[in-house]
């Protein structure tokens, strides 16, 4: 009964490369949201997927940043051109389907993927 | 502005004994509060979900209140084990669905 993955757990990229962060929901779970944490800070909300659809981008940056969630696959965070700005603590986090969006959802998170930027 | 701020920043007690983590809050309109431990290198894991409604939830030696008129919560641990080392997360829904907002934790160590 796995739980949500997250890979790879850390990334290192030179900037102006590509980042590609990986989510697999727990079993069962059709809802995916990321989330950001910066050093000292705490988790900023980035987007909402369902399957296919991106219901809430409104915590993603304008540019360079992208994310999806296939029918079959995993949710894939994309970030382009990558600053030093991006380096941070990614976390992705999935509720199951039926709880919409009340509010009241629980949300399962998964391990995180750790992006440094050189 | 929504805003959760919690306190202490860090906080060291010895093994057995009990503390207490505050939140307090500026998030309008609320939906809900919940309180996240969040061991070193792992993501956040649900402790507890209040409501409006909720003054107190329990989860085995966690027990979080819930003041929605003065906008404050706490987190309550009862006999602290080395195990209970970690960050506790404040985070309030502001609306449904995808408006979290997190506070920047508690950092709890616990000493033998």
């Known amino acids: 009964n796995a739980g949500v993955m997250q890979n790879p757990r850390h990334l290192v990229r030179r900037r102006g490369q590509e980042a590609r962060l990986r989510c697999s929901p727990m079993?069962?779970?059709?809802?995916v949201y990321w989330y950001r944490q910066l050093p000292e800070e705490g988790l900023k909300f980035m987007v909402y997927?369902?399957?296919?659809?991106?219901?809430?981008e409104s915590g993603m940056p304008k540019e360079r940043f992208s994310a999806e969630f296939p029918k079959e696959g995993p949710s894939i965070l994309r970030i382009q051109q990558v600053v030093r700005g991006d380096s941070a603590a990614y976390f992705c986090?999935?509720?199951?389907?039926?709880?919409?969006?009340?509010?009241?959802?629980?949300?399962?998170f998964g391990s995180g993927t750790q992006l440094s930027v050189l | 502005k929504n805003q959760v701020e919690q306190s202490p920043q860090s906080l060291i007690i010895l093994e057995g004994k009990n503390c207490t983590l505050q939140?307090?809050?500026?998030?309008?309109?609320?939906?809900?509060l919940r309180w996240y431990k969040q061991d070193t290198g792992r993501g956040p894991v649900s402790l507890t979900i209040?409501?409006?409604?909720?003054n107190t939830k329990s989860n085995g030696r966690y027990t979080a209140t819930l003041d929605a008129d003065t906008k404050q919560s706490s987190l309550h641990i009862t006999a602290s084990q080395l195990s209970d080392s970690a960050s506790y997360i404040c985070?309030?829904?502001?609306?449904?669905?995808?408006?979290?907002?997190f506070g920047k934790g508690t950092t709890l160590s616990v000493s033998s």
């Open positions: 986090a999935s509720s199951p389907p039926g709880q919409g969006t009340t509010g009241n959802e629980k949300l399962f």
């Open positions: 079993k069962g779970h059709s809802h």
């Open positions: 997927l369902q399957k296919e659809n991106i219901i809430d």
């Open positions: 939140c307090n809050y500026t998030v309008s309109p609320f939906s809900n």
């Open positions: 209040m409501t409006f409604s909720e």
């Open positions: 985070v309030v829904s502001a609306t449904a669905g995808t408006a979290l907002i």
